[in-house]
């Protein structure tokens, strides 16, 4: 949700702490702030915006450092003021903290400090830490933090530096991420790996109540229980391409195009054609115990559940399982019920969001196998099921998520034959399924082709303020995709309804200024799926249909046809999401939107 980068080692900290708060800012942007160590103490900046607005603060200032901690910040306490942003200073102005979670007992924590006489300037949860390290600080920052830590409830990544230890950062985890990267006489701390990714690619991921103390030459970990902890260092894959533009005006953009080539990333090795079958041994699960499964829950957050909702198509369709699927936020406090045949999937592309985290631990506590399908390796999520599936789309910057949704459904449909092959589906139709599959980046590649001509399409309609997304079967769920996509980025009001559920109410919205798009692609829903064209037409509505290749019929019928090729129904979500993705980043750059950090948004939702 926020950012945070600390550094210490033998470079100047400041510009390289604003290098990794660029890379981070997808993560939060509502302001920023840095603190540093300097001869004379602890020197701090911070304001409310971006991190533009943080560097020009910085600008005329000279600053020779080599450690600091810096903090780019999405509001949840407090608004994105000046006073608000991170780092959060003691009474003396000693200790700076940087904080990402919510810390829940943070009135009473509040109430207790200010008796003793502390003095706040923020409205935010985060400054009771600075306040309550300082009351247990005696010349020893990791205990005090460590004691600190004890009384909070609640989550939290921090970074803690203080004047009296020049050579000292100090970071905890409790449910929300922090790495230690680890270089050549230079040590980092950060809640993401994009923002280090430059300097180092060996990380140690803190677990749950952990505590490190960094130095440029070493680091120790224990826990806030002052357990002594062996960290285990990994080394990343991502590279600094996959985290830059590469040419592109918005990462949103460069993801889209990326798509051929992450779904590829997607199927590699994981397909049998001998056995018309998928191979997905990180699933940990027996064939028997894959066999008696006789009950699926999918489980996620806004893309990642639209996701499940395709899935939830292609498992029932192919496998015959019965499927639900719920909102994270909800299966968190429902009472589910989880038989010994049924198995959870939660998908999660951070593998962070907090109501997924809790939907698993739910699960879990009433006896589920649970399994993810996550794209960050070693997020919380990856490390807290019982197996899953990576989709290997490498890092989405992009606060709208495009490549991942894409690659969510296509493993979602190799979890779909790898069931249907035990059960019902013939050899003949598996191989055929994978025929089609191995055909979808390519014609992946074929939709990106008309570009232009779907953004021609958005300049004419980027000034409508409704849209209306519809579809039916396998691609009801991608008109709810398209509708989220355009509302985050363009902030144009968009309904995604299954088709024929229009006639039950929205219909009443239609008229010459509320275009549809419409997903009317040759299946066996496709005459009825005309019908509700027609209704919208009679209205004098405006249609922009995406149509199978070869069906000229439906031009005569529809103001805009986008046209993707034919692959089979189940797979045909992957490419019908393709030219919403466009059209909704189109508009939203004709509106002169910020497509990459809409407005309110983050990228990882770590709160509740
Ligand atoms: C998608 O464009 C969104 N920004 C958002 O709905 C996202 O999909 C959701 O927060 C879930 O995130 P996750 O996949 O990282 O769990």
């Known amino acids: 949700m926020c950012g945070i980068i600390g550094y210490v080692g033998k470079e100047k900290a400041v510009p390289l702490l604003i290098e990794g708060l660029k890379r981070l800012e997808y993560r939060g942007y509502d302001s920023a702030g840095i603190a540093v160590l300097e001869d004379q103490g602890l020197i701090y900046e911070k ?74 300037t923020s409205d935010t949860d985060t400054e009771i830490l600075a306040h309550l390290i300082e009351e247990y600080y005696d010349g020893d920052l990791m205990e005090a933090t460590q004691a600190a830590l004890s009384q909070v409830e609640g989550t939290y990544g921090i970074a803690v530096i203080c004047k009296d230890n020049p050579r000292q950062i100090v970071a905890a985890r409790h449910g929300s991420p922090l790495v230690i990267g680890t270089g050549k006489g230079e040590n980092f701390v950060a809640s993401d790996v994009a923002a280090i990714l430059r300097h180092t690619n060996r990380v140690v991921y803190l677990e749950d109540r952990e505590v490190a103390l960094v130095d440029p030459e070493s680091f120790v970990v224990s826990t806030v229980d002052k357990t002594e902890v062996t960290p285990q260092i990994q080394e990343i894959s991502w590279t600094l ?33 001998e056995e018309g079958t998928s191979r997905l041994n990180g699933l940990n699960l027996q064939y028997e115990e894959l066999h008696l499964i006789d009950r699926i829950i999918l489980s996620a957050c806004g893309t990642a559940w639209h996701a499940a909702l395709v899935g939830e198509y292609m498992i029932e369709d192919a496998a015959l399982i019965p499927v639900e699927v719920e909102y994270a936020s909800e299966f968190r406090y429902r009472s589910p019920i989880i038989n010994e045949g049924t198995i959870v999937f939660v998908i999660s592309q951070s593998g962070e969001t907090t109501d997924t985290q809790a939907a698993l631990r739910e699960a879990k506590r009433k006896g589920a196998t649970v399994l993810g399908i996550c794209n960050v390796v070693g997020s919380t999520i990856a490390r807290e099921t019982d197996g899953g599936v990576y989709i290997h789309a490498g890092p989405e910057i992009g606060v709208a998520s495009t490549k991942a949704f894409t690659s969510q459904m296509m493993v979602l449909s190799l979890i779909s034959l790898l069931l249907a092959r035990m059960r019902t589906m013939s050899l003949e139709r598996g191989r055929e399924i994978i025929d089609a599959i191995y055909k979808i980046p390519e014609q992946v590649e074929q939709i990106l082709k008309n570009d232009s001509y779907i953004k021609d399409i958005a300049e004419k309609y980027y000034q409508k303020n409704n849209f209306l997304y519809l579809g039916r079967g396998f691609n009801f769920p991608v008109a709810l995709e398209g509708a989220l996509k355009l509302k985050e980025i363009s902030y144009i009001h968009a309904e995604g309804y299954p088709a024929a559920e229009m006639k039950h109410g929205p219909i009443a919205l239609i008229d010459e200024n509320m275009p549809a798009v419409v997903i009317a692609l040759k299946d066996k829903v496709h005459d009825k799926v005309l019908s509700n064209i027609a209704e919208i037409k009679a209205r004098k509505g405006k249609v922009i249909a995406v149509a199978t290749e070869g069906d000229e019929e439906i031009a005569d019928k529809v103001d805009h046809v986008i046209y993707i090729p034919q692959t089979v129904e189940l797979l045909t979500p992957i490419l019908s999401v393709i030219p919403l993705q466009l059209l909704a980043y189109h508009m939203a750059v004709k509106r002169g939107c910020n497509v990459d950090q809409p407005r309110n948004l983050a990228k990882s939702v770590t709160v509740e």
């Open 47 to 120: 304001c409310a915006g971006k991190i533009s607005a943080l560097e020009a603060l910085l600008d005329d200032k000279k600053f020779d450092s080599t450690i600091g901690i810096a903090h780019t910040r999405w509001a949840t306490h407090g608004e994105p003021t000046d006073l608000n942003a991170h780092p959060h200073l003691d009474c003396k102005g000693n200790i700076a903290v940087i904080h990402n979670g919510i810390i829940e007992n943070y009135r009473s924590l509040r109430e207790l400090l200010d008796r003793k006489g502390h003095k706040f």
């Open 241 to 273: 391409d996959q985290i830059e533009k590469g040419g592109f005006p918005h990462f949103m953009l460069k993801e889209i195009f990326e798509q051929p080539a992450t779904l590829r990333n997607a199927i590699r090795g994981r397909l049998n054609y």
